[in-house]
T-cell receptor, first 113, second 112 residues
């Protein structure tokens, strides 16, 4: 089955630690995205990548890092520099044309303890 | 800059029609989308419309676009309890970033 998979579903982090959220897709999509969702708010773009080995900052990239070494994978690292990391993180993938549906993963809920 | 706004909450009775509204500011938006999110889950694309269209109908869903007023609406006919969710409108362009810009979401509550 084609789709986009995020893991883990729930993640707990101690203050000062880096954590990496996984996102894998087998849809052969060129573009991949990371969004952050806070309660009562829409999704805000953290990073996006339109091609392997290339990525761009979104609107709230500070305290996050990404890599795109393979077309299928776009991991997000939440670093200790992110001051308020507790949130729901959503990964998406899509084609490069605007009318291509963006598929979302089921999300990772990150909590700082 | 880009900004997408939605009302936060809508409550309807089962069987009634629901209308969820959205306004956007970027006149160069090429595509406008409606997504549905159920609790603790990712987003599911419901429908989308090109900016050169006025209306699109897909079964119980009708999307209306007023490009002059930058207003988008989603009408759900015969609303069911299973339609209870958060609905997001989003926009994207065919140039530049091509990433979706989302509104804050409208929580639809369907009363039995």
């Amino acid at each position: 089955d084609g789709g986009i998979t995020q893991s883990p579903k729930y993640l707990f982090r101690k203050e000062g630690q880096n954590v990496t959220l996984s996102c894998e897709q087998n849809l052969n999509h060129d573009a991949m995205y990371w969004y952050r969702q806070d309660p009562g708010q829409g999704l805000r773009l953290i990073y996006y990548s339109q091609i392997v080995n290339d990525f761009q900052k979104g609107d709230i990239a500070e305290g996050y890092s990404v890599s795109r070494e393979k077309k299928e994978s776009f991991p997000l690292t939440v670093t200790s520099a992110q001051k308020n990391p507790t949130a729901f993180y959503l990964c998406a993938s899509g084609g490069l044309l605007g009318d291509t549906e963006a598929f979302f993963g089921q999300g990772t809920r990150l909590t700082v303890v | 800059g880009e900004d997408v706004e939605q009302s936060l909450f809508l409550s309807v009775r089962e069987g009634d029609s629901s209308v969820i509204n959205c306004t956007y500011t970027d006149s160069s938006s090429t595509y406008l989308y409606w997504y549905k999110q159920e609790p603790g889950a990712g987003l599911q694309l419901l429908t989308y419309i090109f900016s050169n269209m006025d209306m699109k109908q897909d079964q119980r869903l009708t999307v209306l676009l007023n490009k002059k007023d930058k207003h988008l609406s989603l009408r759900i006919a015969d609303t069911q309890t299973g339609d209870s969710a958060i609905y997001f409108c989003a926009e994207s362009m065919d140039t530049g970033r091509r990433a979706l810009t989302f509104g804050s979401g409208t929580r639809l509550q369907v009363q039995p």
